[in-house]
């Protein structure tokens, strides 16, 4: 599948919506450049849609990383949603499932990131062992 990168908008929060491979090269520099244009049109709030990346690099990480570096620095805020078991495994394993606000649902990441709005914590350990489950045959 070719990368594709859509945006929209809930409740004032840009959602960027990756699909196909977050890697090095073409992929990463358009979504890169996504992000830049959201900063230079002053959006702070940021939500990304992971559902459609089937796999990211160490660059896609640190891409990640810098975003919501750059936008807490700015005071705006930046979650994570509908990362696949191995995405989420990685973030496990580097240690920025700490860093990051990670939901399961987008409802949840949108009011994460909106001041005086509430999401509830996302489980990662139930979701693994939910995940490990629905793919173990019977």
């Known amino acids: 599948m070719a990368f594709q990168l859509t945006t929209r908008e809930v409740d004032g929060v840009l959602i960027l919506e990756p699909a196909g491979k977050l890697v090095a090269g073409e992929n990463l ?49 930046m979650a994570l949603f509908g990362l696949s078991l191995r995405n989420l495994e990685l973030m496990l394993l580097t240690k920025l499932s700490t860093v990051f606000r990670l939901h399961e649902s987008e409802i949840d990441a949108v009011n994460s990131v909106i001041p005086g709005r509430e999401a509830p914590r996302f489980d990662i350990l139930e979701f693994v062992q939910r995940q490990r489950a629905e793919r173990s045959p019977g």
């Open 29 to 77: 520099e358009e979504f890169r450049e996504a992000i830049d244009s959201a900063f230079n049109a002053g959006r702070q709030l940021l939500v990304v849609d992971m559902t459609g990346v089937s796999y990211m690099d160490s660059s896609a990480l640190g891409c990640l990383v810098v975003t919501h570096t750059r936008v807490q620095k700015a005071g705006g805020a």
